[in-house]
């Protein structure tokens, strides 16, 4: 499949241009309807971890907060692409416990944790299991939705599993797609993953921003899940990371949530718009700076916010020795419908 990407930013070494990366965005709102763009936003991309919060909600829905005791920062780790920082690991230890679950039931597989991948020094009596996974809070909130449902444990991650297909269609209803036609994946953490447009996948980010606990039962689930993410956004992400750093400085305005290979989503409750993009080559610091710019432009942040995420908006290059090298910078102008 070929894809319409434009150019969204440039990395340069010293004054000379050494990347171009080239992506799409589509901005949407809470209908569907296009309000800008940039590339191709009808081209498909596999969602990754930007569809954690909707692979919560048939649980959300099921009132398993409730019947397990979940607290509000353990619904934010079932949308989480967490550090495996103590924090977490405790948290999905609790979530399992809650759930007549151990971590042998879990299906993620385990890798080194985000923060030592990072730079930050592996305690040598460490001792990695999948609880350590960045996906382990979505696959505790699986096997509790099948603890709740009498539904079979070892197969939770089967595309035919009753909990994958309630994934699917909740995804189906909100983004106003068939099931025939996204996409099917695997994940990196062995679960299902699904594909659809870019335009789409901003629909049920606009529709996840702008739910309210005064809405339907479809709505005040979501709100239940976007609220828990808002007020704990290193729940979800991890300490120093881009989804805590934005979803904290939106105070309440949004909430958003970045996927492998360059899958960024964003959904705003103030201005009721969903922002999902891709970046054609997968780099995070350009997603990153991307979504930024795109708020910027479309006034969501406001200067003082931006100001605040410069960072991440126009990140230095370093080289091993901390030295700056060169600049990352977003140069795309998005087109109004």
């Known amino acids: 499949m070929s894809f319409n990407h434009e150019s969204l930013a440039v990395a340069k070494r010293g004054d000379h241009v050494e990347c171009i990366h080239r992506g799409s965005v589509a901005v949407v709102d809470t209908q569907g309807r296009l309000i800008a763009y940039a590339g191709d936003p009808g081209g498909y991309t596999f969602s990754r971890s930007a569809l954690k919060p909707f692979q919560a909600l048939p649980f959300t829905l099921a009132g398993g907060i409730t019947r397990f005791g979940f607290t509000q920062q353990q619904t934010a780790l079932m949308c989480a692409s967490h550090s495996g920082e103590e924090m977490h690991v405790k948290g999905v230890s609790d979530m399992l416990e809650k759930a007549g679950c151990t971590e042998h039931d879990l299906g993620c597989g385990c890798h080194l944790p985000e923060r030592f991948a990072n730079g930050e020094a592996v305690p040598p009596d460490f001792a990695m299991d999948q609880r350590h996974n960045n996906c382990s809070g979505k696959h505790a909130g699986f096997l509790a939705f099948c603890q709740m449902g009498g539904h079979s444990r070892h197969d939770y991650l089967d595309p035919s599993h009753t909990l994958q297909r309630e994934i699917v269609k909740v995804v189906s209803d909100l983004s106003g797609t068939s ?30 921003g702008a739910a309210s606990k005064d809405g339907d039962e479809l709505d005040r689930a979501m709100a239940t899940l976007a609220d828990a993410m808002m007020e704990w956004p290193g729940m979800y992400s991890g300490t120093g990371r881009a989804d805590e750093a934005l979803t904290s400085v939106g105070k309440g305005k949004w909430v958003s949530k970045t996927g492998a290979q360059g899958v960024r989503c964003i959904g705003t409750r103030k201005h ?23 708020m910027r432009q479309l006034g969501i942040a406001d200067d003082a916010t931006v100001n605040e995420l410069q960072g991440w908006l126009n990140p230095d290059l370093r080289n091993c020795n901390g030295h700056k090298v060169g600049q990352l910078s977003c140069d795309f102008r998005l087109k109004y419908v």
């Open 179 to 208: 099931p025939t036609q996204f996409w099917y994946g695997t994940d990196g953490c062995n679960a299902p993953n699904i594909g659809l447009p870019l335009s789409r996948l901003a629909k049920i980010w606009a529709r996840f």
């Open 272 to 294: 009721g718009v969903g922002i999902a993009l891709k970046v054609g080559d997968g780099d995070y610091s350009t997603a990153y700076a991307v979504s930024i710019e795109v």
